[in-house]
């Protein structure tokens, strides 16, 4: 079955350290997508991706980078320059920007908890 | 200014009522797109409609239904005969074709469907 998986579901850190979390499509989609979401705030876009080697910022993406080296691959990089970084983590994926009739096709979810 | 507002932050039914879930949005664009998430405990936000600004046509799909009014500016989402199954958060969200592509989401609306 084709679809996006994040791994780990849940994970911990200390404050101050660095902290990747996985996004794997087997869509074929060229568009990869980072929302951060929180209680009663809806879902914010930190980053997205429309190709491979290509990513550009969404609304929130201090302290957060990314990486887009295969189609299939879309990491997220919580870094120690983000004050607050407990939150749950979707990655979602699309068959291509720039038509906003694709709808975006998520995965379970990472939440990560920061001491 | 793209603005989503799910001014219900939470509802509770009991099993068999119907329930409808609100949500106006602000768009200058003629042309843009209007979508149903659902994400159930499990975290996945799930696609459940889309309907584009040229397309007033209500839809019923079983036990959903969605109205479409742009002269309010409202894309509402009613579940006919809900079933606790049905409790997760919904989400809508507009996409537009001008610009940087990019989906704006509402805070969604918690659905808790009692035995």
């Known amino acids: 079955d084709g679809g996006i998986t994040q791994s780990p579901k849940y994970l911990f850190r200390k404050e101050g350290q660095n902290v990747t979390l996985s996004c794997e499509q087997n869509l074929n989609h060229d568009a990869m997508y980072w929302y951060r979401q929180d209680p009663g705030q809806g879902l914010r876009l930190i980053y997205y991706s429309q190709i491979v080697n290509d990513f550009q910022k969404g609304d929130i993406a201090e302290g957060y980078s990314v990486s887009r080296e295969k189609k299939e691959s879309f990491p997220l990089t919580v870094t120690s320059a983000q004050k607050n970084p407990t939150a749950f983590y979707l990655c979602?994926?699309?068959?291509?920007?720039?038509?906003?009739?694709?709808?975006?096709?998520f995965g379970n979810g990472t939440r990560l908890t920061v001491t | 200014a793209q603005k989503v507002t799910q001014a219900q932050t939470e509802i509770s039914v009991v099993e068999k009522e119907d329930v409808t879930l609100d949500c106006v949005y602000e768009t200058r664009d003629t042309t843009y797109y209007l979508f149903w998430y659902k994400q159930p405990p499990s975290g996945e936000l799930v696609f459940l409609i889309r309907?584009?600004?040229?397309?007033?046509q209500n839809e019923i799909s079983g036990r959903y239904s969605w109205n479409f009014q742009k002269s309010t500016s409202s894309f509402n989402f009613t579940i006919t005969a809900s079933q606790v199954v049905d409790s997760a958060v919904y989400f809508c969200?507009?996409?537009?074709?001008?610009?940087?592509?990019?989906?704006?989401f509402g805070t969604g609306t918690r659905l808790k469907v009692l035995a």
């Open positions: 969200a507009l996409s537009k074709l001008s610009g940087t592509y990019k989906y704006i």
């Open positions: 309907r584009n600004s040229f397309d007033e």
């Open positions: 979602a994926s699309s068959e291509r920007t720039g038509t906003p009739n694709s709808p975006l096709h």
